[in-house]
């Protein structure tokens, strides 16, 4: 949910902005409509299954070693979909460790636990994630894909189709996130000069004080709490006039959830930011005259998943996630 918008904002009439809108809305239906969730599919790709029954810990190293975060699940009791395993459940995974650091037979049994034990009620007192069971047809039109992704505010969806025997049973065709939906878009929607009103006229994101932030001295556990209570994947890292100098992401809790030192994550996040990797790709920002035609066009050229917005002086103003750019375009308001 957005606050109020940031003195500053250019004036415009509102029937002006609701027309403009509305064309650029029906737009993207028309495109989106003209489009099957098989287009964004690449010509060749490599698409990552779990069957239920995998040990978590083996799950977690076979994503960090494909380099992604969440992976699409196969359950070969019921022969069929069975979720998706995501950052979220070893945010939830690592809270329930941390709280229970001090036990070691707690800890000993993340050697056996099974991606299935994630969704067992009767195990870690109902704390981890609910499974997400979103999915649709590949031949689904991209208009229903992004209202899908809008709507439940999830990341990614799963393609499922069922062969033609007589069993009909599902098969798990690829996964579309987000990112690769929208990158298809900045590819390919022509109708570019629709795509030109600035974040400010737009008035999508998050701002102010409904902005979560953290500075360098914030323990790493309370970011992490942070992010299961709010339900979000990034806060940025402020100095004490605002400045932005980092942003802690979800998919920086993959190594720690690796590492296993669930007593440890009262460390300030300044020491995690510092141990990243030399390619890590570092910060996106924007300012509130950036467009979306400007923001499809870094999207294009790198893998992009929300923009910390700043002012000249490189304080923080809010963040637009791709949430927040799908939800726009495919006219959902939350």
Not at 37 to 59: G, H, I, N, Q
Not at 90 to 111: C, G, M, R, V
Not at 174 to 192: D, E, G
Not at 290 to 298: A, C, L, R, Y
């Amino acid at each position: 949910m957005s606050s109020s918008p940031p003195f500053g904002w250019q004036k415009q009439s509102n029937s002006n902005k609701d027309d403009s809108k509305k064309s650029i809305q029906m737009l993207m239906e028309s495109f989106l409509k003209e489009h099957t969730a098989y287009d964004v599919l690449p010509v060749s790709y490599r698409l990552v299954v779990f069957d239920t029954s995998l040990l978590v810990k083996r799950a977690l190293a076979a994503l960090m070693q494909n380099g992604i975060v969440s992976a699409p699940l196969w359950s070969s009791k019921t022969q069929k979909f069975a979720g998706m395993l995501m950052v979220a459940d070893f945010i939830k995974l690592i809270q329930y460790y941390y709280a229970h650091a001090s036990d070691p037979d707690t800890l000993l049994e993340l050697d056996t636990l099974q991606i299935q034990d994630l969704r067992d009620p009767g195990r870690h007192n109902g704390t981890l994630a609910p499974q997400q069971l979103l999915s649709m047809h590949p031949m689904a039109s991209l208009h229903e894909a992004c209202r899908l992704l809008a709507e439940s505010r999830a990341h990614r969806v799963a393609l499922l189709d069922r062969d033609e025997s007589a069993c009909g049973t599902e098969m798990i065709v690829s996964v579309i996130t987000q990112y690769r939906l929208l990158k298809f878009i900045a590819v390919n929607f022509k109708q570019t000069d629709a795509l030109k009103q600035s974040l400010a006229d737009l008035k999508i994101g998050t701002y102010g004080s409904d902005v979560a932030t953290a500075t360098i001295d914030t323990p790493v556990i309370d970011i992490i709490n942070t992010f299961a209570e709010m339900n979000i994947s990034a806060i940025p890292i402020v100095d004490e006039n605002g400045v932005v100098l980092n942003v802690y992401e979800t998919v920086d809790v993959m190594s720690i959830a690796k590492s296993g030192l669930y007593n440890k994550l009262n460390i300030p996040v300044g020491e995690v930011i510092s141990s990243r990797p030399t390619d890590y790709i570092g910060v996106h920002t924007c300012t509130m005259e950036s467009t979306i035609h400007s923001i499809f066009n870094m999207i294009r050229k790198q893998r992009t998943y929300r923009l910390v917005i700043i002012d000249d002086e490189s304080k923080l103003v809010g963040i637009v996630s791709l949430s927040d750019i799908l939800g726009y375009l495919v006219g959902y308001k939350q």
